[in-house]
């Protein structure tokens, strides 16, 4: 009982002092990464493919940028990139290996940090494995400008739980009705925390603008009836084979046909994302501001 006790207010103590931590990087004097998370309500609308691609974009204008697959469950950025993977997240949770330490080159310039597979649940860590994960976590935001986060789909506590770690979050959806609730799920879900997040909304696999305007207003408007939230729209990117081209070559598309229509999507994606940076006095949040851009 009095070891059980013990247990408790150690786990307590180090999770306070992982806050104090998290909170000293994000208002400390340290250069530290901007935040940006990828996810979906419904799975397979392009989450992946968004993230790499957005990632070697922003790093093609310069900006040095990890890519983290998050997914616990389903892992597989290393199967869409052309990588070889020795070490992933679960041996960061096993303890073999440092966050820093399994950070490996990606395509186009980017870094990589390659998911587990079989983990489905955050809850299925012990307190240890997901606060030394945690703490991994924390250092390595000096290690960027920027980390974007492919999560899995869904709403389960491992998704929400990067997303709302995440200084924006960018929710993909397809045009399908499916995809669309699922989305607002996601959105209600992330609504539910006690901190206010930044949602962007992005429609992929769209035939035309007017298509991805109407799914972002039908989005924009229930948000802001039923769950009192803004939704920013973050655009979209056109369906287009040369996409799937590029998956079966496992190349991003960006690489692989660099004057496709997708392709100048992701392009145009992650240069609004730096010119709304740019126009940030020294010291804002990137991903955090960048919503007035989006707005
Ligand atoms: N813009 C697009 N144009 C054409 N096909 C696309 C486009 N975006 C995605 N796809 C297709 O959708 C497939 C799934 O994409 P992706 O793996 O990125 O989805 P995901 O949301 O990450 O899936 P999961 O939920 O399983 O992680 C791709 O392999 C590709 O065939
Ligand atoms: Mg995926």
Known sequence: MIVEQAQQIRAVDQAEKLRLMARQVRTGAKKTARVLAVTSGKGGVGKTNVAANLAICLSAAGKDVILFDADLGLANLDVLLPVKIRFNLAHVIAGKRRLAEIVQPGPGGIRLVCGASGITQMADLTEVQRQRLAQEMTQLEYKADVIVIDTGAGIS????????????????????????????????????????????????????????????????????????????????????NHLSQAVHQRKPVVLAFPRCPASYCFVALAQKLIRAGKKEPAGAGFFRKVINWFF
Request: glycine content about 4%; proline content about 1%.
């Open 157 to 240: 506590r491992n998704v929400l739980g990067f997303c709302q770690s995440a200084d924006h979050t960018l929710v993909v959806t397809t045009t399908e009705p499916t995809s669309i609730t699922d989305a607002y799920a996601v959105i209600k879900a992330l609504n539910q925390g006690t901190e206010r997040l930044k949602i962007s909304l992005l429609t992929n696999m769209v035939e035309n603008r007017d298509q991805a305007q109407k799914v972002y207003q039908r989005l924009a408007f229930a948000g802001e009836r039923f769950l009192n939230c803004a939704i920013y729209d973050a655009g979209y990117v056109l369906r287009d």
